[in-house]
């Protein structure tokens, strides 16, 4: 099986917070299922009532996680539509249209705005040297403008090259400096997607586990709202 591109780690990452929503779901439903034979057993007159309360409780969870779940399914969706536009940077396949250059490089700044802003930063500030400014590395989009020059001296920074080539619709030419240091960049995603799928990971293995507050730490982690676990109703919760 080939190896994920860096952007392609995105769908997994998505992928499992989309399962880790479904193992919170279980988890309400069991604490229910735990909360009502307590009431059964231990309660009389407020039975009844208590596990209406119990059975509301978990409706309002459930949609909550539903609502959730929704949101990623649809987020994995875009993410696969912008995956198919960034391939030009892995293979340096010179795009034959402005638009499509365009629409590449909007996808790669998706991906970075899913990054966290330290990322993102380091991204940018990836070091430019004369390598990676010699017109050498680049190959013009436009018929109506003259061939690539060499890059501004000032440019320093993966960030500002970066938008010189984009406003002079320059790409990069294959296994040249400059690809060399798009891909380094995506490689720094890389390492970020990593950490952050290994944790997903590891609390995916022990959800099952989880005591109400873990869940409801788990919850905020992901982002969710409070509504998505369910509100303790029994002293057993």
Avoid: C
Wanted: no cysteine.
């Amino acid at each position: 099986m080939p190896e994920m591109t860096p952007f392609e780690m995105y769908v997994t990452e998505f992928e499992l917070r989309l399962k880790l929503i479904g193992a919170m779901g279980q988890w309400n439903k069991d604490m229910a299922a735990a909360e009502k034979d307590w009431a059964d057993a231990r309660l009389t007159d407020t039975k009844t009532a208590t596990i209406q309360l119990i059975n509301k409780e978990l409706a309002i969870a459930l949609k909550a996680l539903k609502q959730e779940e929704f949101k990623i399914k649809k987020k994995i969706t875009l993410i696969e539509e912008k995956l198919k536009k960034t391939s030009i940077f892995i293979t340096a396949k010179k795009p034959t249209l402005p638009a499509s250059f365009d629409l590449a490089w909007s996808s790669f700044d998706f991906f970075l705005g899913e990054s966290e802003p330290s990322l993102v930063q380091k991204v940018m500030k990836l070091p430019v040297t004369d390598d990676h400014r010699s017109k050498t590395n680049f190959v013009g989009i436009l018929t109506t403008k003259p061939q690539p020059s060499d890059a501004p001296a000032d440019i320093k920074h993966f960030g500002t090259m970066k938008a010189w080539m984009q406003k002079n619709y320059y790409f990069f030419t294959p296994a040249s400096p400059v690809h060399d240091l798009v891909l380094e960049s995506m490689q720094v995603v890389r390492d970020s997607r990593e950490k952050v799928i290994e944790t997903l990971e590891t609390k995916l293995s022990t959800v099952s586990n989880y005591s109400y507050k873990k869940i409801d730490e788990l919850g905020k982690f992901l982002g969710l709202p409070s509504a998505a676990v369910k509100t303790p109703v029994t002293p057993n919760s």
